[in-house]
């Protein structure tokens, strides 16, 4: 008995990753629009395009004055800002003036093979 419920377990969870690992739906997000996940898949979250890890509102607007960019909106620690400029140019631009790290607003798809690496590390040591 235990042997036919761990077969039919390994059955149903194989069904599962094989018919949801190959779905590729179009979703409608609004009126006239979709978005397919294959294809349409942007990389930078536009109009937000620089972010960065702060403590207050006032250290994110000083950020913005050093960068010459714009603060868009500073929430739970995360500051989110716009440019018109090149990215790399902005972000090299602090590396070179030793200037609080900023780094681009990505959308990261688990699923996505080329998605940046995430490297966390624990603050607390």
């Not at 094989?18 to 990389?43: R, Y």
């Not at 620690?77 to 003036?97: C, E, P, R, S, Y």
């Not at 609080?100 to 966390?120: F, G, K, M, Q």
Request: charge should be negative.
């Amino acid at each position: 008995m235990k042997r036919l419920f761990i077969f039919l377990l390994t059955l149903t969870t194989l069904g599962i990753l094989i018919t949801g690992c190959t779905k590729n739906e179009s979703v409608e997000f609004e009126e006239g629009t979709t978005f397919n996940a294959e294809i349409d898949k942007p990389t930078v979250v536009e109009g937000e395009e620089l972010m960065c890890l702060v403590d207050t509102k006032s250290e994110a607007e000083e950020i913005a004055k050093l960068y010459d960019i714009e603060l868009v909106t500073f929430a739970d620690g995360v500051a989110t800002f716009h440019t018109d400029k090149n990215l790399q140019d902005v972000i090299q631009t602090g590396k070179d003036n030793n200037w609080p790290e900023i780094s681009i607003n990505h959308i990261i798809y688990l699923d996505d093979p080329v998605a940046p690496r995430l490297d966390i590390k624990n603050s607390s040591n």
